[in-house]
């Protein structure tokens, strides 16, 4: 009979990583079992940056944050993020490569370029990118509702006040979350948001 090593590590789960700044500027963060609409949207109502299906090199600092806490149920529920080291913050920052976008201002100044020293992570990046095309032409193929969002259409996700919206592709949709890539630069990190905060474009005639 084997031995119970008691460890109750979750193997094969996806975590998900919750960072942001409180409202004295203090680093917080944690991470979460599952990936949930309501968890996600409570984050970016905290602006905090959100980090799914990360690489290793990621992921691996991610597991050092505290488990985060969920209050209230349903699609509306709040969040407990505590304040961690900023030394651990700006590492998980800077393995993740430069901000998506929407993010606080006082994370984008520290913003790293993306450069990945493992090739093998970064052959897999690039199948991944591969694996999803765009499906919508300039004038048709558009998704013409939010419900009808899928894999492979272009949406416009907004960059920020400055930089307004850009094209995106969505590579993965969960209920309401959208993974997505941007259509002109696929080499830049894949990045988040819910379905409600990305606009469509114009279709044109049905």
């Given at each position: 009979?084997?031995?119970?090593?008691?460890?109750t590590?979750?193997?094969?789960v996806?975590?998900?990583y919750?960072?942001?700044l409180?409202?004295?500027g203090?680093?917080?963060g944690?991470?979460?079992?599952?990936?949930k609409?309501?968890?996600?949207?409570?984050?970016?109502d905290?602006?905090?940056?959100?980090?799914?299906?990360?690489?290793?090199?990621v992921?691996?600092?991610g597991?050092k944050l505290p488990?985060?806490?969920v209050?209230?149920?349903g699609?509306?529920?709040?969040?407990?993020?505590?304040?961690?080291r900023?030394?651990?913050?700006d590492?998980?920052?800077?393995a993740a490569?430069?901000?998506?976008?929407g993010?606080?201002a006082?994370?984008?100044?520290?913003?790293?370029?993306q450069?990945?020293?493992?090739p093998?992570?970064?052959?897999e990046?690039?199948?991944?990118?591969?694996?999803?095309?765009?499906?919508?032409?300039?004038t048709s193929?558009l998704?013409?509702?939010w419900?009808?969002i899928?894999v492979?259409?272009?949406?416009?996700?907004?960059e920020?006040?400055?930089?307004?919206?850009w094209?995106?592709?969505?590579i993965?949709r969960e209920d309401e979350?959208?993974t997505?890539?941007?259509?002109?630069?696929?080499?830049?990190?894949?990045?988040?948001?819910?379905?409600?905060?990305v606009?469509?474009?114009?279709p044109?005639?049905?």
């Amino acid at each position: 009979m084997g031995k119970k090593t008691g460890k109750t590590e979750p193997a094969k789960v996806d975590q998900v990583y919750v960072l942001g700044l409180d409202a004295n500027g203090k680093p917080r963060g944690a991470r979460f079992a599952e990936l949930k609409d309501s968890i996600v949207s409570a984050a970016m109502d905290m602006k905090c940056r959100v980090l799914i299906d990360q690489p290793e090199a990621v992921s691996g600092l991610g597991m050092k944050l505290p488990v985060g806490r969920v209050y209230g149920g349903g699609k509306v529920v709040k969040l407990f993020v505590p304040n961690i080291r900023r030394e651990l913050y700006d590492k998980i920052l800077e393995a993740a490569g430069p901000l998506a976008g929407g993010e606080p201002a006082a994370e984008k100044q520290n913003a790293p370029e993306q450069a990945s020293g493992n090739p093998q992570t970064k052959s897999e990046t690039d199948a991944a990118t591969a694996e999803v095309r765009c499906i919508s032409p300039v004038t048709s193929g558009l998704p013409r509702s939010w419900e009808e969002i899928a894999v492979g259409h272009m949406v416009l996700a907004h960059e920020s006040p400055d930089d307004g919206w850009w094209e995106a592709v969505v590579i993965r949709r969960e209920d309401e979350i959208l993974t997505l890539r941007y259509r002109d630069a696929p080499k830049l990190p894949k990045f988040i948001r819910h379905i409600n905060t990305v606009a469509l474009v114009n279709p044109g005639p049905g």
